[in-house]
């Protein structure tokens, strides 16, 4: 398990990471995530990432985070177990104050933080939730459990 990940850096911290091209990498169980197994059917698995910081022309702070896990949803057609998998990848540009929004390059997700302080793997665990489908359901009806076949019939 990777304490990096797991660690709070203040807004100096970070801009010593970026300015290193610091890579913060490793795979963390699901069930370290309060928040995400909160909508999930199973906490069983875990999820792999890797964050690359950097610094960009104009001062940017960018964050590069890719990751990939596969997840357990409750299909809302036949609510069985649906595996789900996901593989996404962000750019993210840190910004200091909100405001500095209108600025971010493009191409770039505006990313403020909490208390001037970011733990990478909350960060993480923000992507995923926000990757989830809103209404999961299996691609395709065949996919489907027995309930929804027997609601089909009648
Ligand atoms: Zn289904």
Known sequence: MPASLF????????????ERGSVLSGEIELNRFNRLTGLLHSDAGSVTATMRFRQERGGWLI????????VQLV???????????VRDRVEMAL??????ESHVPE??????LDEDRLMPAMLLEDELIISLPI??????????????EALDET
Do not use: K
């Open 75 to 85: 299909c809302q057609r036949c609510l069985e177990p649906l595996d789900y998998h």
């Open 63 to 70: 964050i590069d985070m890719e990751y990939e896990t596969t």
């Open 135 to 148: 209404v999961p359901r299996h691609a395709r009806p065949e996919g489907c459990g027995d309930p929804a």
């Open 107 to 112: 191409g770039y997700e505006p990313l403020v």
């Open 95 to 100: 910004l200091e104050t909100p405001s500095l």
């Open 7 to 18: 660690s709070w850096y203040g807004t100096r911290e970070l801009g010593a990471l970026g």
